[in-house]
């Protein structure tokens, strides 16, 4: 049951419980790994009065990094302004910082602004903020401010960002987590927790973590600073010791990669794409390859790719890559039966909207569902694979899917469980029965393949009606065994005409073309006997 309503004011301990939980947690799982100074941050936070510990909970929540003190009103907090006294002696934040003139000025009213710079004429908030830079210094407005209110921010915010990137196990989520999740819009899977399965196994790990993020972070700015694409090429030159460190990587050194290749700067470019084990490293050093005139290179790594590609874009550019002095061919789609319609003027709706309709009229029930059908009946029909208790899975309580579901070892470490299940769901009536209770049983629970938007039991009810028990155990299997391959690129449409009478439609308007993710998927459709075509829109001249 949810523990907290919407619109009903939470329980007065309750953000600053939600924190203790965290820091709890880390001390607990973490606790041989943490600095002095982290140690310490959790100690001192034990330590603070009640009203203390309830605004700072709040604080870690507000859009900052400067917030007004007079502003900070909050009824579970008996008195702010003792409050903000005490975390600034604690430690835990700075007052009257030397912050940006500009940040600073951002706070004020309207009113506020024309009382402390009345030479300043009226004008929108960003014109003003810019005319006041422009007369005044920086030290000045922060005296004329000052006397007028104090700020505040967060000291040292990285101790508190360690702490919940240990907690969460990404540098993505907060404590709004918690919120979330006790107000019943998410609800995740029971699991058990094990410090020996914790993500970062000691100090080092969690160091170089970080560092990766921060070069991450820098690869995002490439056009902004001359020089730091090659900086960015040498610092991502380190090792790296496990998965969650190489996905770091790999999405960087594909960054630094694309940046060269504009630039075509194609030695940097190879050199970063051949750092990065994540596509389209390896499809975009083929084309390079190719386009620098070397086709037996490219045609080798594309073989390779063929072998063990790694996503399904990959096995499609294997499949269409011919070394044929060095160009790229497409494959016949003759394959992938398609129905041409006109299209005398652009629809109102989207052009699957407009499909869906067309579809319906002419005695079909539509869904518009995509990925979701094959994933969500995956993540239905083999719930307890997905969850199912391996070493390293699963290292914190907010996981709506286990670590290595999009690995291409997935499936491996879990063969006998999920060739044991499939038998199970040969028997007549129990792909019904399996859809249908864990539907009932796990509704709402948090999984990444499954999407209950989509599956509610009415829609599962109508889709058993109309698809055989066999076709969607079919397309479950298949995704099952690699979910890294299989999460994108379905048709758009499930349409059902009646019971055993289906088909999978992908629409494509005037412009638009099969991309390598639906043309793999139309090959597995093919080969698992199941129907699906192309509905094309023509332009009329």
């Known amino acids: ?109 309207q009113a506020e602004r024309a009382e402390a710079f009345p030479d300043l004429a009226r004008a929108r908030r960003d014109e003003w903020i810019l005319e006041c830079l422009s007369r005044h210094s920086d030290l000045r407005i922060r005296q004329v401010l000052a006397a007028r209110y104090r700020w505040l921010s967060l000291a040292k915010p990285e101790r508190l960002w360690t702490l919940q990137l240990l907690f969460f196990g990404d540098g993505h989520r907060d404590t709004s987590a918690f919120v979330l999740e006790d107000l019943g819009m998410v609800r995740y899977e029971d699991y058990e927790l094990k410090p020996q399965n914790r993500q970062f196994a000691n100090r080092p790990a969690l160091e170089r973590f970080l560092r990766l993020r921060h070069l991450s972070a820098l690869s995002h700015r490439l056009e902004e600073h001359d020089g730091l694409a090659d900086w960015l090429l040498s610092a991502l030159a380190l090792p ?182 499939t038998e199970l769901l040969k028997a007549p009536g129990a792909v019904r029965a399996a859809l249908q209770e864990t539907c009932q049983r796990k509704s709402g629970a948090a999984n990444r393949l499954v999407s209950w938007r989509h599956l509610t039991p009415e829609t599962l009810n109508l889709l058993l009606e109309g698809i055989p028990e066999y076709a969607l155990l079919a397309l479950a299997r298949h995704v099952i065994s690699a979910p890294y ?30 991309q390598p993710g639906q043309r793999i998927w139309f090959e597995t459709l093919e080969h698992l006997e199941l129907p699906a075509r192309v509905l094309k829109f023509r332009a009329c001249s």
């Open 485 to 514: 391959r299989t999460r994108r690129g379905f048709p758009d449409l499930t349409v059902i005409y009646g019971p055993g009478s289906f088909e999978f439609v992908e629409v494509k308007g005037p412009t638009d073309q099969l």
């Open 240 to 421: 790296v010791h496990n998965r969650l460190e190489q996905r770091q990587r790999d999405r960087a050194c594909n960054r630094v990669g694309h940046y060269f290749e504009r630039l075509r700067q194609f030695d940097g470019a190879l050199s970063a794409y051949g750092r990065s084990a994540t596509h389209p490293s390896r499809e975009r050093r083929a084309r390079i390859l190719s386009r620098l005139g070397n086709p037996a290179a490219a045609a080798a790594l594309s073989e390779r790719m063929g072998s063990s590609a790694r996503c399904a874009e990959e096995l499609d550019f294997s499949q269409r890559f011919r070394a044929d002095a060095g160009r790229m061919q497409q494959r016949s789609r003759a394959a992938i039966e398609t129905t041409e319609l006109p299209l005398a003027e652009a629809p109102e709706a989207r052009i699957e909207r407009h499909a869906a309709g067309l579809l319906a009229a002419s005695g079909g029930v539509v869904f518009h569902f995509e990925n979701a059908l094959p994933l969500g009946l995956a993540g239905l029909l083999f719930w307890d694979v997905v969850y199912a208790k391996l070493p390293g899975v699963f290292a914190n309580r907010f996981q709506a899917a286990p670590l290595d579901l999009f690995w291409p070892d997935f499936a491996e470490s879990r063969r006998d469980a999920i060739e044991a299940r």
């Open 1 to 109: 049951m949810p523990k907290l309503e919407p619109q009903v004011p939470p329980p007065p301990d309750y953000y600053a419980a939600n924190l203790r939980t965290l820091f709890a947690h880390v001390r607990t799982f973490y606790g041989d790994l943490l600095q002095a100074e982290e140690a310490a941050f959790i100690e001192t936070y034990g330590q603070l009065s009640c009203d203390a510990q309830r605004l700072y909970a709040r604080l870690i929540t507000r859009k900052g990094p400067w917030l007004r003190c007079d502003k900070l009103r909050y009824g579970e907090v008996g008195d702010s302004d003792a409050a903000v006294a005490e975390l600034a002696t604690a430690g835990l934040i700075e007052l009257n910082e030397p912050a940006p003139a500009d940040a600073l000025l951002g706070l004020l009213t």
